[in-house]
């Protein structure tokens, strides 16, 4: 009966944090560029009481083995695209398929994201909402009155009293062997990792990386109905791994109140 109590338990546990991902998916379904996350489970070690072959009389079939519950071992990024949102603003843009943003941080590391809500910082540099500059670094001149971004990331500015549109640098994407790989560290970024394996930047349209959209945002791709599900199930999970610790303390209470006859 310990047994069953510790293995529903372990249960309960990873059904909870099963809980908690679908939770966070639910609560990032308006994040610009969010990617939902799937939760992986395993089964634990398995106590083996007689191996498959063993047999006075013959060989065994199958053997007789009891598991000691499951656990959660990752949760996997699904970098499927979201749906597109037009919004007309010259500095918002879309990366159509595969590739990230590439920003530098404060103390000079590096990180990627999605999200292309970008902003202008008062030295006229193209940066994120939390200040962190997109890089390559592009900056517009103080009398740029037009902005447009090519889809292969081109950056044009027309300026006040020039004729014409001038070049004054490209957007390029990072591209990951295993994109599932990244750290999510809040604030719509990720951090290279070992399993990611070394961001390689590109062009938009080069080397396998998508293509550039301006005036338009990536909504994040956490489908509601399909996590109403999850939680139910996740729900349902917990709720019968419960009964079985409720189950097993009914056995053992019958036993500890046995009397002979």
Not at 53 to 59: I, L, Q
Not at 188 to 193: D, G, H, P, Q, V
Request: aromatic letters at 4%; zero cysteines; a negative charge.
């Amino acid at each position: 009966m310990l047994r069953a109590m510790r293995s529903a338990a372990s249960g309960m546990k990873a059904q909870q944090l099963y809980l908690d991902t679908v939770a966070n998916n639910l609560a990032n379904v308006n994040t610009t560029g969010f990617k939902r996350a799937r939760i992986g489970f395993e089964d634990l070690l398995y106590q083996q009481v007689s191996a498959p072959g063993d047999g006075t009389e013959g060989t065994k079939p199958a053997g007789l083995e009891v598991g000691h519950g499951s656990r959660a071992i990752d949760t996997q990024r699904i970098l499927s695209q979201g749906d597109s949102e037009v919004t007309e603003n010259p500095l918002d843009l879309l990366i159509q398929g595969d590739g990230f943003f590439q920003v530098t941080r404060p103390d000079g590391t590096q990180a990627y994201l999605r999200d292309g809500s970008f902003r202008l910082d008062a030295n006229g540099r193209i940066v994120t909402a939390n200040g962190y500059v997109l890089q390559p670094e592009i900056s517009l001149p103080q009398d740029t009155v037009s902005l447009a971004v090519t889809e292969d990331g081109r950056v044009f500015v027309e300026q006040d009293g020039t004729p014409g549109s001038t070049e004054i640098g490209q957007i390029l994407l990072a591209r990951f062997t295993n994109p599932a790989g990244l750290t999510a560290e809040g604030q719509n970024l990720y951090r290279e990792t070992g399993a990611s394996g070394t961001a390689q930047l590109s062009a938009p349209g080069e080397l396998g990386v998508g293509t550039m959209i301006q005036g338009a945002l990536e909504r994040s791709n956490v489908q509601v109905v399909e996590e109403m599900i999850h939680m139910i199930v996740a729900q349902r999970a917990f709720e019968v791994n419960s009964k079985a610790v409720e189950s097993a303390d009914s056995m053992m209470r019958t036993a500890v109140n046995m009397r002979p006859a």
